[in-house]
């Protein structure tokens, strides 16, 4: 069976943009950053969070997909059609939306009650979008 996910990742057009908005604008730490030869692996990941669970930032293209696809991946996600990409939790979803609204992070909708708790969604630079929450209560 399985146990855990360890690995999920997000498309970038560019890893280098997407470490500066990853870890110098959400705060996130870098856990991999290793020339495979065929691909980047760059990795980051909530610091204090699961050493073993991380962000791949993923740049389209091979070996996973061929030129063509590579570039249909970067206009869909560039026009939003990734959905729901990642959730973070906070302790003050009002005070994190503040800090990151202030260090230029696009804001799709503000604080919001919700039966679990607080949220508000975000986009980084690509058009991914994301959720940061305060639980209401434990998690699990």
Known sequence: MLNK???THVFVADQDEALDFYVGKLGLE????????????LTVRVP????????????PGPPAMDAQAAEQVRELIAKGASGFTLGFTTD??????????ANGVEMTDGPTEQPYGIDFGARDPFGNHFRVSQPAG???
Do not use: S
């Open 48 to 59: 204090g969070d699961d050493p073993d669970r991380v962000i791949l930032l993923e740049k």
């Open 92 to 101: 003050d979803a009002r005070k994190t939306y503040d800090e990151l609204k």
């Open 5 to 7: 996910v360890r690995i």
């Open 30 to 41: 870098v856990a991999d950053d290793i020339d495979l030869g065929v691909m980047r692996w």
């Open 138 to 140: 434990p998690i699990g």
